[in-house]
């Protein structure tokens, strides 16, 4: 299934498509065959040396990022490759295909449109990923995964209107990891998915234990990967941890973000609208950073918007960043959204922010995250110490 960055499908007609252009940069007795989802493979014979391959890469990086026109629209593909040679790289065509693969996915870190040549690092750091993996699993099953809770507040009334629910993992020999160690890892392997079930049923439980406790309650907003959000169980494990631990519903936000939800428009609305049934409030986090129109919002039944921390960060210089910050608020009151902006370090960023309109913030001026149970909402507030 592949969706355009409106999320549209375009499947076979873009497939096609690409096949024919690829064909067209080699020669006749070349193999180009797909592999399946958006990949292909390029079979070269005596295709010369590293600097002949490089030119030819990137030539057929250029032609594949010529806009192909369909249903009235033009689309840009962009494109990632890996490169192995035999049989330097590999003795075996699925040793090579392996192999390219891991140059593949070092290209796709790099960025965009990028050509990677196999080096033998990529399979040490492979199995240092698998390694990973391992210790992911037994962290999972052996209480090594903590929670930290970090305020979100209403500049206005200073007070903490809810909190977000960060993973932290505390690993035995390598200390307090966080979730940029890890989280790809657990991405890349599925792990993410009981891990998020794992994040999911503990913030329930910090929730019903502060009712009992008869303890001030306000939301916590807790981060659903892309994966967890498209699994086809999401929904009724969802509703099962709820109805086993009890919670209230409306003290939960799933936050998602933007690149997440635009990935085919038509289911994310339909796990949308179920939960919402369910009563769980939605944020759409790092927004600014996808492509969403107004359009496209109005189409989704999310309550909030979380500015993502690249724009805050040079609000006070980078007039570009401050327009889009002023165009996301005028568009929420629009769409009567909440807006949070994220990654407040100062008092000047808090200033500009609450010039623009913009009532509610997260970030390090007003509180770091506290790894521990869900914190009371009295105590995180420094600047109003004084
Ligand atoms: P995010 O959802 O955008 O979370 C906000 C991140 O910004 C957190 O990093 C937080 O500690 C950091 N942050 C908050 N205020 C400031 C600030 O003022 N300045 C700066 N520089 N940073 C600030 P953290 O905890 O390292 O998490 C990173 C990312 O990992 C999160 O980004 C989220 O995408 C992911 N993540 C964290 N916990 C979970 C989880 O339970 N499940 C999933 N799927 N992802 C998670
Ligand atoms: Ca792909
Ligand atoms: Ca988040
Ligand atoms: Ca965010």
Redesign the pocket.
């Known amino acids: 299934r592949i969706n355009d960055s409106m999320g549209h499908e375009v499947g076979d007609q873009l497939l096609v498509e690409v096949a024919n252009r690829l064909r067209g940069q080699v020669r006749a007795n070349d193999i180009v065959a797909r592999l399946g989802g958006d990949e292909f493979a390029v079979v070269l014979r005596n295709s010369g040396g590293r600097h002949d391959l490089l030119g030819l890469a990137e030539k057929v990086v250029a032609v594949l990022g010529r806009p192909v026109r369909l249903n009235g629209r033009d689309l840009v593909i962009s494109t990632s490759m890996g490169i192995t040679q035999a049989p330097h790289d590999g003795d075996s065509a699925s040793q090579l295909l392996r192999n390219a693969d891991l140059a593949l996915y070092a290209s796709k870190r790099r960025g965009k449109n990028c050509v990677e040549f196999f080096n033998i690092d990529m399979q040490r750091e492979a199995s240092q990923l698998m390694q990973l993996e391992e210790d992911l699993r037994h962290a999972l099953s052996s209480r090594q995964l903590a ?2 809770f ?1 305020p979100i507040v209403n500049i206005e009334q200073d007070r903490v209107v809810a909190f ?5 993992w505390q690993h035995p020999e390598q200390g307090l990891l ?3 160690h890890f ?1 790809p890892a ?2 890349q392997s599925g792990l ?1 998915i009981p ?2 079930f794992w ?1 999911l049923r503990s913030v329930c439980q910090g929730l019903v234990a502060r009712i009992e406790a008869q303890r001030d309650l306000v939301p916590v907003a ?4 892309p994966q ?1 959000f498209r699994d086809k169980h999401f929904m009724t494990e969802v509703a099962a941890i709820l109805r086993e631990t009890g919670v209230p519903p409306d003290l939960l936000e799933f ?1 998602i ?1 933007e690149s997440t939800l635009m990935d085919n428009l038509d289911a994310t609305i339909a796990i949308l609208n179920a939960l919402k049934g369910l009563g769980i409030r939605i944020s759409i ?2 927004f600014g950073t996808g492509y969403s129109s107004l359009a496209l919002l109005k189409q989704l039944p999310v309550d909030t918007l ?1 500015i ?2 690249c724009f805050v960060k040079d609000i006070g210089e980078n007039e570009e960043d401050r327009q889009i910050i002023q165009a996301v608020i005028a568009m929420s009151a629009q769409l009567d959204l909440d807006v949070i902006a ?4 100062t008092v000047a960023q808090r200033d500009l922010l609450h010039a623009f309109g913009c009532r509610q913030v ?4 007003y509180g ?2 506290v790894i521990g149970a869900i914190p009371d909402t009295g105590r995180l507030l420094p600047h109003t110490a004084d």
């Open positions: 929670l930290a970090q977000e629910a960060l993973v932290r966080m979730p940029g989280i657990a991405e993410i891990l998020g994040v807790l981060n659903i990967s967890q936050e973000t986090d790092d979380k993502d921390r994220e990654g407040v370090e997260q970030g390090y001026f770091r995250p």
